[in-house]
Structures are given as C-alpha cells and as structure tokens.
C-alpha cells in the first residue's frame, strides 16, 4: 500500500518561507513522478511543482522563482522549497504520486494516483 504524508505546513508572514516535505511509504520514489498541488477555498486543485523520475522539473507560472520542488531518494522523501511566499499562496497542499513513467512531470491532477491527506499553508499579509 502506497502513503503519502506531508508535513511543514504551517502560518508565515508575507515574504517568508516554508519547507514542506512528503515522505512515501511503500514505493520508491526514484521511479516516481512526483507533484505538488494546492487547493484554496472554492478554487479547483491546481498543479504547482512536478518532478520526473530522471529529475526534470516543471512548475506553474505563478510560483516560478519562488518555488523548488526536490526529492531525497535515500529517505524516500519529496520536498517543495517555498520562498518569497503571498497571501495568494494560502492553500492546502497536497503530494502526489505515480509509478507510469509517461506521467513524466505532468501538473495535472488526474494524471497522478496516489496523494496524501494535505498541509495547510497560511500566508497574512
């Protein structure tokens, strides 16, 4: 059974930083894509950050430059860097996992299996 746990949500002030990490159990990340995805209240889930399992990257427009997305495969672990952060960042974030390599770096929600429960990001301005 593949879990996904995310973790180092939490409030920041405008212009702060936040590291969120998911740690997977039951399958290696090494052969993984793996995204980040956000949902704010009455919004639909959007992708933010993606990573292959060769280590290409892709991020949406909204956080390029700001956001870093990377993964430890010695600790089975994928982190978002999130830097410079806006009260526009303020969401649930969500990990997300899958074994088809053809997902590649996809930031579409339906292209992913497995997710995990979510993290608050609070962002004040």
């Known amino acids: 059974q593949v879990q996904l746990v995310e973790s180092g949500g939490g409030s920041v002030q405008a212009g702060g930083s936040l590291r969120l990490s998911c740690r997977v159990s039951?399958?290696?990340?090494?052969?993984?894509?793996m995204g980040w995805f956000r949902q704010a209240p009455g919004k639909e889930r959007e992708g933010v950050a993606s990573?292959?399992?060769?280590?290409?990257?892709s991020y949406a427009d909204s956080v390029k430059g700001r956001f870093t997305i990377s993964k430890d495969n010695a600790k089975n672990t994928l982190y978002l860097q999130m830097n410079s952060l806006k009260p526009e960042d303020t969401a649930m974030y969500y990990c997300?996992?899958?074994?088809?390599?053809?997902?590649?770096?996809?930031?579409?929600?339906?292209?992913?299996?497995?997710w995990g429960q979510g993290t608050q990001v609070t962002v004040s301005s």
């Open positions: 990573i292959d399992s060769d280590g290409r990257t």
């Open positions: 997300a996992a899958d074994y088809r390599r053809w997902v590649g770096y996809s930031l579409s929600q339906s292209d992913y299996h497995y």
């Open positions: 039951g399958n290696t990340i090494s052969s993984n894509c």
